[in-house]
């Protein structure tokens, strides 16, 4: 019955029952199953229940039960999905869980369950909902070895060809979902993912997902944020395909979501180094900017990421300085600058880069 939206209203007034059975039974293998995963379901985007179970106890009792029952593969999903619905979106809880030392422990599961999809489905999303607009979490979570863990699911699910496509999709979906919400926790995150091989992942990920949208504006946006040193540039640059980056780029130029974040991930990995300008210039990159620009002239962000890549792409690269001029690069960044007169970022910006083409 809880695995039904509409029922969950009424079952509220079980959350405190269901969870003291579970709790009386808690070396029963199945009646753990059972009952975490009915506790999984019922706190399912229902913040009264959430706050219900929590309250109650719940985040101390999943993580005795998976102390317990460690070895079941049966007891350890339906756990972690429980935590992951628990913790979404809801403070207290999340502080809850962290202290009953639900990272550690949904972090060993994944380890030792790395050939069970649905187990890394629900550890990416317990990574991803624990560190969610928690600053604490994501430290600890990150001191604990999350980075390495997430890093380390990405390339193995995207080379087990047991997992299937939806499986994967889940799994992609919190994965960079964790990376996202752990790299905005600590600047020590952001290094170790790097350090960690982060980019060889988002560079399948890019590949693998090249026509799927939704992903994508994740997936760039992950990327954005992580490109912005010299460092992560060079590391990055060594993984890359640029004509799958930059056919990415002109597939989608209608979304801004995924202009937004490519743009400003252009400006990032030509901003340090040259060679990236120059391989970008070529696989197009210049045409891809000025295009997105001309489409989403009248968006801001979308208008200052490209003026942005554009004076980094032409920065001591004359080639590429020809390839915008040859695009007409004055009147679009005109363009822009009028529809946008009192965006003084961007007319910074533009006027550099009109001082320069």
Same mark, same amino acid.
């Not at 070895?145 to 992609?172: F, H, R, W, Y």
């Not at 004055?330 to 965006?343: C, E, F, G, N, V």
């Given at each position: 019955?809880?695995?039904?939206?509409?029922?969950?209203?009424?079952?509220?007034?079980?959350?405190?029952?269901?969870?003291?059975? !579970?709790?009386?039974?808690?070396?029963?293998?199945?009646?753990?199953?059972?009952?975490?995963?009915?506790?999984?379901?019922?706190?399912?985007?229902?913040?009264?229940?959430?706050?219900?179970?929590?309250?109650?106890?719940? /985040?101390?009792?999943?993580?005795?039960?998976?102390?317990? @029952?460690?070895?079941?593969?049966?007891? #350890?999903?339906?756990?972690? =999905?429980?935590? =992951? *619905?628990?913790?979404?979106?809801?403070?207290? *809880?999340?502080?809850?869980?962290?202290?009953?030392?639900? /990272?550690?422990?949904?972090?060993?599961? =994944?380890?030792?369950? +790395?050939?069970?999809?649905?187990?890394?489905?629900?550890?990416?999303?317990?990574?991803?909902?624990?560190?969610?607009? *928690?600053?604490?979490?994501?430290?600890?979570?990150?001191?604990?070895?999350?980075?390495?863990?997430?890093?380390?699911?990405?390339?193995?699910?995207?080379?087990?060809?047991?997992?299937?496509?939806?499986?994967?999709?889940?799994?992609? @979906?919190? /994965?960079?979902?964790?990376?996202?919400?752990?790299?905005?926790?600590?600047?020590?995150?952001?290094?170790?993912?790097?350090?960690?091989?982060?980019? #060889?992942?988002?560079?399948?990920?890019?590949?693998?997902?090249?026509?799927?949208?939704?992903?994508?504006?994740? %997936?760039?946006?992950?990327?954005?944020?992580?490109?912005?040193?010299? *460092?992560?540039?060079?590391?990055?640059?060594?993984? =890359?395909?640029?004509?799958?980056?930059?056919?990415? %780029?002109?597939?989608?130029?209608?979304?801004?979501?995924?202009?937004?974040?490519?743009?400003?991930?252009?400006?990032?990995?030509?901003?340090?180094?040259?060679?990236?300008?120059?391989?970008?210039?070529?696989?197009?990159? /210049?045409?891809?900017?000025?295009?997105?620009?001309?489409?989403?002239?009248? !968006?801001?962000?979308?208008?200052?990421?490209?003026?942005?890549? %554009?004076?980094?792409?032409?920065?001591?690269?004359?080639?590429?300085?020809?390839?915008?001029?040859?695009?007409?690069?004055?009147? !679009?960044?005109?363009?822009?600058?009028?529809?946008?007169?009192?965006?003084?970022?961007?007319? +910074?910006?533009?006027?550099?880069?009109?001082?320069?083409?």
């Amino acid at each position: 019955l809880s695995h039904r939206a509409e029922a969950q209203d009424g079952l509220t007034v079980l959350c405190e029952d269901v969870l003291a059975t !579970t709790k009386r039974h808690g070396a029963l293998e199945r009646i753990q199953h059972f009952g975490w995963g009915s506790i999984a379901y019922l706190a399912h985007r229902h913040p009264v229940n959430q706050e219900t179970l929590g309250a109650a106890g719940a /985040c101390d009792e999943v993580v005795t039960a998976l102390k317990a @029952h460690e070895e079941s593969y049966a007891v #350890t999903e339906v756990c972690c =999905m429980a935590i =992951m *619905n628990m913790a979404r979106s809801h403070a207290g *809880n999340q502080k809850r869980l962290s202290d009953a030392g639900a /990272c550690q422990i949904s972090l060993a599961a =994944m380890e030792r369950f +790395q050939t069970k999809a649905m187990l890394l489905v629900r550890g990416a999303g317990v990574i991803m909902y624990l560190s969610y607009n *928690n600053i604490d979490n994501g430290i600890l979570l990150g001191e604990s070895g999350a980075c390495d863990t997430i890093v380390k699911t990405l390339k193995s699910s995207m080379a087990n060809e047991q997992i299937s496509p939806s499986q994967l999709d889940q799994i992609t @979906h919190f /994965c960079f979902g964790s990376i996202q919400h752990l790299v905005q926790s600590s600047e020590a995150n952001r290094t170790r993912f790097i350090d960690g091989d982060v980019f #060889t992942a988002i560079a399948a990920a890019m590949t693998h997902y090249k026509e799927s949208l939704e992903l994508l504006r994740l %997936i760039f946006m992950v990327t954005m944020n992580l490109t912005y040193t010299k *460092n992560a540039s060079e590391e990055f640059s060594k993984v =890359m395909d640029w004509s799958i980056f930059v056919g990415i %780029i002109e597939r989608f130029v209608g979304d801004e979501k995924l202009q937004e974040s490519s743009c400003g991930t252009i400006s990032n990995l030509s901003h340090h180094v040259v060679a990236n300008r120059l391989v970008l210039g070529e696989a197009g990159a /210049c045409s891809a900017v000025m295009v997105s620009m001309a489409n989403h002239v009248k !968006t801001p962000r979308i208008v200052e990421y490209c003026c942005r890549a %554009i004076y980094n792409l032409q920065r001591e690269t004359e080639p590429n300085r020809e390839r915008l001029r040859n695009l007409n690069v004055r009147s !679009t960044i005109q363009k822009a600058m009028d529809t946008h007169p009192k965006l003084e970022s961007l007319q +910074q910006w533009g006027q550099q880069c009109l001082s320069i083409l």
